[in-house]
């Protein structure tokens, strides 16, 4: 009896151990559902499933709403105890028409989209691998909600809700990317990114500072790359994936390997991509004013100006890219996991192209205009902690050490000077974050941030005839940028159909430079600044009924100024140079969202977001005085001093649209369309349009999903920027902009067809291919310096395992 006693005990002990672990499978064709969120609240937890679709559930118990949503499928809340009952085989239910689905971005833990007031988008590793965009920038485009702009293959600038740059946050699995030299001019930092090792990709619009602190303005794009899968049998758990790309218009060449290994409690992720890509060759049919006739070559001792051969290609645009990731985690209980991370990103020199279209005299002003190497490095320890006491439920501490590196090399036709500048920031970062469930009502978010940035900077000058080098000066001054803020959320939940979410975050920052007066007679050689920012957040959503969600929110946002405002020197424009301003205070945004969601059965969804924001105390770029002078000699030409100055007021507004329509169970139509318009105070008092407000622009898909196969046709558009239209720092650069029939710059409008469709060869291989910019459109988006890519065959494998 004894021992049937014990027998029974063991099986109950299987049994509930078996019952810990369920898998989630497609219904038609019965394989693996991998990378799909499974969350609850209450309990607080958060899982994704390994490529076998396996999820580990032992941290669920008792919860009353798990909440189980991936990309394609109908999003499953249930209780723990039902999904115990199900059994260990769960199928997921194909549909698009979802609204809501896990995001991450609006409070650093996992919640329902449908509960939060901010409006959240995210971009799936299924649309990611569809749309196969060349570079992260890229890939945040195909979302339909994110404008970009390029000044050079080499790059992609993001435009949010009429903010770019560093009125923009970045944050790469959790961490803060933003250096203390992102800049107010279009920076290119997101090409340091992967989209092969994307798990996650979410876009929060609007201001963000009470979780994120400084530069979360427009909005927060949060990039979470791949976690290491842990394998919940005993047999170990060895996947990856192996793709190689080719496209025609750039000849891109293009291979990526990751490689995932996991046992019961350690497991490790290992990706490496690398990219080369040519010339960019843009359409056969549009403004000529976008034709580049010339290049220069140095041969011998001179330099030659050259006629293309082929005016379509975009002569300097190529380069080549390495990414590299390794990831180990170590999981020795569901009340702690540690993982670490290592990235690096380095590319190859590359030319601005928009700098190598300016003519003087009716010649090319530049020989060379070239960024050298862009390098990124990033060392990310982060440890998570399952408990439940007086203090939280939940505790993640991340720290973060990132390195960045660039330079700037440019000489002028026919001169032996080639002027290089080179940066190195060093950014140390540490987040403390809580949650704690109080009761089932209410959820409280709480946490602090430190950050620390170095900056150094060096420039030289290079005589090309010898080879001799001097000393020159530098972009930045050697300096310090500091932060530190505490912030807390609350979450209250009034039912089931209405909750409250509040935020508060206090922010301390402060700058220490030296100035280097040998090259310049600046009236002073150091410059120290400590203040302090209040910030805030309120927000609410009401949910009728399960097919209606409406959703308001109040949210202030704050950005420091950082070393690039206050000590950079560059050639901001011809016949202009800016120069340090220490007298610089942070600029403060206010923001309102008003919006909502309808879902008209299970055949269509629409989605309407409109915003207004004010920036005041803007930190623009103004005429200014230099020891009592106007001008200065830079770089052999006379020169107008101007200085970044809180001198403006900014005011932002526009509606966000989307559109979902299951015409047939195979058939989907999806549209999204972005208005903005914006303005700014100019130094006479009078205003002139946003410079990142972008035209009207979206995206509109017509999907057919059938088995193995899927086949999309879509458009891509932007509207018109007429010459009165454009701001006015745009509107005197001739090298970017077309000419209207009275001769002034303006954007004109574009669009593009696409053709793409993948299929599945077999379990393991994918095909994909496309055929994008069928017309051969000549376009290209609003503010770049270069056009987009015309005909262009894309084709790739993916073999998986």
């Known amino acids: 009896m004894k021992y049937a006693l014990v027998l029974v005990g063991m099986l109950c002990v299987l049994f509930s151990a078996m019952g810990q672990t369920i898998t989630l499978i497609d219904p038609t064709t019965s394989e693996p559902i991998k990378d799909a969120t499974v ?12 490529s076998k679709g ?4 032992s941290a669920f118990v008792d919860s009353d709403k798990i909440t189980i949503s991936s990309f394609g499928y109908q999003t499953i809340e249930i209780s723990y105890a039902s999904l115990i009952e199900a059994g260990p085989i769960l199928k997921l239910n194909l549909s698009n028409l979802n609204l809501n689905e896990v995001v991450i971005s609006g409070s650093r833990w996992a919640r329902d989209s449908d509960e939060t007031p901010s409006k959240i988008i995210s971009i ?8 196969n965009p060349q570079t992260a920038a890229d890939l945040l485009g195909i979302s339909g909600k994110v404008y970009i702009q390029k000044s050079q293959q080499g790059g992609g600038s993001p435009m949010i809700r009429g ?6 946050l970045y944050s790469v699995d959790r961490v803060r990317m933003n250096s203390a030299i992102f800049r107010g001019g279009n920076i290119q930092n997101v090409l340091n990114l992967d989209p092969f090792t994307m798990e996650h990709t979410e876009v929060f619009f609007g201001p963000g500072s009470v979780i994120y602190g400084s530069d979360a303005i427009g909005g927060v794009m949060s990039f979470k790359t791949l976690t290491p899968k842990l394998s919940l049998d005993d047999e170990t758990l060895v996947s990856g994936n192996a793709v190689t790309r080719f496209s025609s218009a750039n000849k891109e060449k293009t291979g990526h390997f990751d490689l995932n290994l996991g046992w019961k409690k350690w497991a490790s992720v290992t990706s490496v991509s690398y990219w080369d890509y040519d010339d960019l060759r843009q359409g056969k049919n549009g403004p000529d004013d976008y034709l580049k006739s010339v290049y220069v070559q140095r041969i011998g001792i001179e330099d030659v100006v050259l006629t293309q051969d082929d005016p379509l290609l975009q002569v300097p645009s190529a380069y080549s890219q390495l990414n590299l990731m390794q990831k180990v985690r170590f999981k020795p209980s569901q009340k702690w996991d540690f993982q670490y991370g290592f990235h690096y990103s380095e590319t190859s020199s590359y030319g601005r192209y928009d700098r190598h279209n300016r003519m003087r005299d009716g010649l090319p002003r530049y020989a060379e205009w070239d960024y050298g190497p862009q390098k990124w490095m990033m060392n990310n320890l982060s440890i998570s902690h399952f408990t439940k006491n007086g203090l939280f439920d939940q505790m993640s501490i991340r720290i973060a050490q990132q390195r960045f590196e660039e330079s700037r090399i440019d000489r002028s036709l026919n001169k032996p000077t080639r002027s290089t500048q080179e940066e190195m920031v060093d950014a140390f970062s540490a987040n403390l974050d809580f949650t704690k469930v109080l009761d089932s009502h209410n959820t409280l978010i709480y946490g602090a941030e430190y950050v620390i940035n ?8 290079t005589d090309i005839t010898d080879g001799t080098m001097e000393e020159g000066p530098a972009r930045y001054p050697e300096s310090t940028w500091n932060s530190f803020g505490v912030f807390i959320n609350e979450e209250h939940y ?3 159909k209405v909750n409250l979410k509040a935020g508060l975050r206090y922010n301390i920052f402060g700058l220490n430079a030296d100035f280097d007066t040998r090259f310049y007679d600046f009236p002073f050689s150091e410059a120290k600044s400590t203040n302090s920012s209040l910030t805030g957040s309120l927000g609410a959503v009401w949910r009728p009924s399960e097919t209606w969600v409406f959703s308001g929110n109040f949210g202030t946002a704050f950005r420091a100024p950082n070393v690039d405002d206050m000590g950079k020197v560059f050639d901001s424009e011809p016949g202009a140079v800016t120069i340090p301003n220490p007298d610089l205070e942070a600029e403060y945004a206010y923001n309102l969202d008003l919006g909502f969601a309808k879902k008209f059965g299970n055949f269509a969804k629409f989605d309407l977001t409109g915003y207004y924001t004010i920036l005041n105390n803007a930190l623009v770029r103004r005429d200014y005085l230099l020891n009592g002078q106007d001008s200065i000699l830079y770089q052999g030409e006379l020169s107008q001093v101007q200085a970044m100055q809180n001198a403006a007021q900014a005011r932002v507004y526009g509606l966000q649209a989307g559109i979902e329509v299951q015409l047939t169970s195979k058939l989907t139509f999806n549209s999204d369309i972005n208005f903005q318009r914006g303005e700014e105070e100019l130094d006479d008092g009078t205003t002139s349009p946003s410079r990142h407000a972008a035209p009207t622009f979206g995206v509109s898909r017509l999907t057919y999903a059938f088995k193995k196969l899927q086949v999309q046709f879509y458009a891509q558009y932007q ?15 001739d090298e970017i902009y077309a000419k209207d029939s009275n001769g002034n710059n303006y954007a004109p409008a574009w669009h593009t067809l696409n ?22 459109q000549r376009y290209r988006p609003y503010s770049s310096g270069i056009s987009g890519a015309g005909r262009n065959w894309v084709l790739s494998l993916k073999a998986s395992f």
């Open 163 to 168: 903010f770019a740059t560093n009125r923009l």
């Open 124 to 131: 799936s590793p299924k649309s990611i691998e569809f749309q």
């Open 54 to 57: 396996q999820v580990d559930i």
């Open 39 to 50: 969350s609850s609240e209450f309990p607080p937890a958060f899982e994704i499933s390994n």
């Open 719 to 733: 509207g018109e920027r007429s010459f009165d239209k454009l701001p006015e720092e745009e509107k005197g650069k």
């Open 494 to 496: 009034f039912n089931k």
């Open 454 to 461: 170095k900056v150094n900077s060096t420039g030289f000058t």
């Open 755 to 776: 053709l793409k469709a993948s299929y599945s060869l077999f379990d393991f291989l994918k095909v994909n291919a496309g055929l994008e910019n069928i017309t051969d």
